[in-house]
């Protein structure tokens, strides 16, 4: 048979292929021997075609659930195979999209790299699977013979009728029906781990963590940029052991490292649930601030009991106010801090006058404005002081009905103005900018 010059191209590309196995296998030992004849060019092909099916192509190969299953059915599944979700998945790879294989035993691997050979940009399987002409010519000079090879290797590519799974596959027996006794009403789900997807992900890692330490610089060489801030908080698994190749030729690639990112619930930040404008009292949002939501399990923990009113008891009880009554000194002093003076004239701001005065005191040195519905009184307001024992009594009203919530039923007037006393004695309230009889504490 003349072979085309592609078809040359082709043989070329698989003799220095065996050539270079030939020579990292015998390393010139010249007593060869019948080693020598495994690789005379059609022997070698005919072999790899034979053991071909040995290999099959996997984006999720079984063996990443657990290394020790054999013989079950590993999945593939091409990008278009699914359309219109949403959340991320094989098919989210739309570039550098990389088949992987499951492996039924390593030395099958020189298989897998003959198929991996690149040739006008694909790779030798690539050109199997089109039953490609000059890819067939350039295996065997017999046609037959070249054809069934073809067949062989395309092998690769074909499950068997059956999908069979593991005892180590983590199977998910998943209700469908009504009647839990049925076995016929479960569905056996079995989980897949994509070594597709995270081939690309863990290019991406690394391009990036390459990149900052790059940007870091070095004692010699100055930094390019300060923000080296990657991938927080990563977690290795590495797959396979010591035979990595073994789960899968990406796996070994990666140095059995399948990156897992954290799943860890995000860290409330308490801001977050600080409500300023929209709400009618800002007593709706201390709960939120830092500590306050357990001193508050702790008040009411010990007065449900209707403890003894002893000395241990008062002391204890006494701590718990004076905890509460920091919170909130800290509480409207962060306020004060973070939003700009005058942040209560926003129309959006519904916080009754005595709030508005006691988290945003710098409102009354700006202008007074026209729609400002206080006028000329805020100021005297103010300086009289009364918006604090309005706070105090607003704030009395608020810890009641924390209490009552948590079983106090009990809680009344007597406690309101012990609640008041307390934090008019022991919040540190802020000093008006012009003085006046409102300075230091009531």
């Known amino acids: 048979m003349m072979l085309t010059d592609r078809a040359r191209i082709f043989r070329s590309a698989m003799a220095a292929f065996i050539q270079e196995r030939r020579d990292a296998k015998l390393k010139g030992d010249e007593h060869e021997g019948d080693k020598a004849g495994k690789y005379e060019y059609t022997a070698w092909i005919a072999d790899a075609a034979r053991r071909a099916h040995y290999l099959k192509i996997a984006t999720h190969p079984i063996k990443f659930t657990h290394s020790a299953i054999k013989g079950a059915t590993s999945a593939y599944y091409r990008p278009d195979d699914f359309s219109g979700y949403d959340e991320i998945g094989t098919h989210s790879v739309?570039?550098?999209?990389?088949?992987?294989?499951?492996?039924?035993?390593?030395?099958?691997?020189?298989?897998?790299?003959?198929?991996?050979?690149?040739?006008?940009?694909?790779?030798?399987?690539?050109?199997?699977?089109?039953?490609?002409?000059?890819?067939?010519?350039?295996?065997?000079?017999?046609?037959?013979?070249?054809?069934?090879?073809?067949?062989?290797?395309?092998?690769?590519?074909?499950?068997?009728?059956?999908?069979?799974?593991?005892?180590?596959?983590?199977?998910?027996?998943?209700?469908?029906?009504?009647?839990?006794?049925?076995?016929?009403?479960?569905?056996?789900?079995?989980?897949?781990?994509?070594?597709?997807?995270?081939?690309?992900?863990?290019?991406?890692?690394?391009?990036?963590?390459?990149?900052?330490?790059?940007?870091?610089?070095?004692?010699?060489?100055?930094?390019?940029?300060?923000?080296?801030?990657?991938?927080?908080?990563?977690?290795?698994?590495?797959?396979?052991?010591?035979?990595?190749?073994?789960?899968?030729?990406?796996?070994?690639?990666?140095?059995?490292?399948?990156?897992?990112?954290?799943?860890?619930?995000?860290?409330?930040?308490?801001?977050?649930?600080?409500?300023?404008?929209?709400?009618?009292?800002?007593?709706?949002?201390?709960?939120?601030?830092?500590?306050?939501?357990?001193?508050?399990?702790?008040?009411?923990?010990?007065?449900?009991?209707?403890?003894?009113?002893?000395?241990?008891?008062?002391?204890?009880?006494?701590?718990?106010?004076?905890?509460?009554?920091?919170h909130l000194a800290l509480f409207g002093e962060s306020i004060r801090l973070s939003e700009e003076p005058g942040w209560t004239r926003n129309p959006d701001c519904r916080l009754p006058l005595c709030e508005k005065i006691w988290l945003d005191p710098e409102r009354i040195e700006l202008p007074l404005q026209e729609a400002d519905e206080y006028g000329d009184r805020e100021l005297g307001t103010y300086l009289a002081g009364e918006w604090r024992d309005e706070v105090a009594g607003r704030f009395a009203n608020w810890l009641n009905a924390q209490l009552h919530e948590r079983g106090l039923k009990t809680v009344g007037d007597v406690e309101y103005r012990h609640w008041a006393r307390q934090a008019l004695r022991d919040v540190g309230w802020a000093a008006p900018a012009r003085g006046g009889a409102a300075g230091g504490r009531a």
């Not at 068997?160 to 469908?176: D, I, M, N, P, T």
């Not at 990156?259 to 949002?285: A, E, Q, T």
């Open 94 to 326: 739309t570039t550098g999209f990389e088949k992987d294989f499951a492996i039924h035993d390593a030395k099958h691997l020189d298989v897998y790299a003959f198929l991996g050979v690149v040739v006008e940009g694909r790779c030798f399987l690539d050109w199997i699977l089109d039953d490609d002409e000059d890819m067939a010519s350039a295996m065997s000079d017999d046609s037959s013979v070249a054809k069934a090879m073809m067949a062989s290797f395309k092998r690769v590519a074909t499950n068997g009728e059956s999908v069979v799974s593991h005892r180590y596959a983590k199977q998910v027996y998943w209700l469908v029906g009504d009647e839990t006794i049925r076995d016929e009403e479960y569905h056996l789900l079995q989980p897949l781990f994509s070594s597709t997807l995270e081939h690309v992900v863990h290019r991406d890692i690394r391009n990036s963590r390459d990149a900052a330490l790059s940007a870091r610089g070095t004692t010699k060489n100055e930094a390019t940029y300060s923000d080296h801030y990657t991938y927080p908080d990563l977690v290795k698994r590495i797959v396979g052991g010591s035979n990595k190749q073994n789960v899968s030729p990406l796996n070994k690639q990666r140095d059995g490292i399948n990156y897992l990112f954290s799943s860890l619930p995000p860290k409330w930040n308490s801001r977050n649930r600080i409500k300023l404008l929209h709400v009618d009292s800002i007593f709706g949002s201390f709960r939120w601030f830092e500590d306050v939501s357990e001193i508050l399990k702790s008040l009411a923990d010990l007065l449900l009991p209707d403890p003894k009113p002893n000395r241990e008891t008062r002391e204890k009880r006494e701590a718990l106010e004076q905890a509460l009554a920091l």
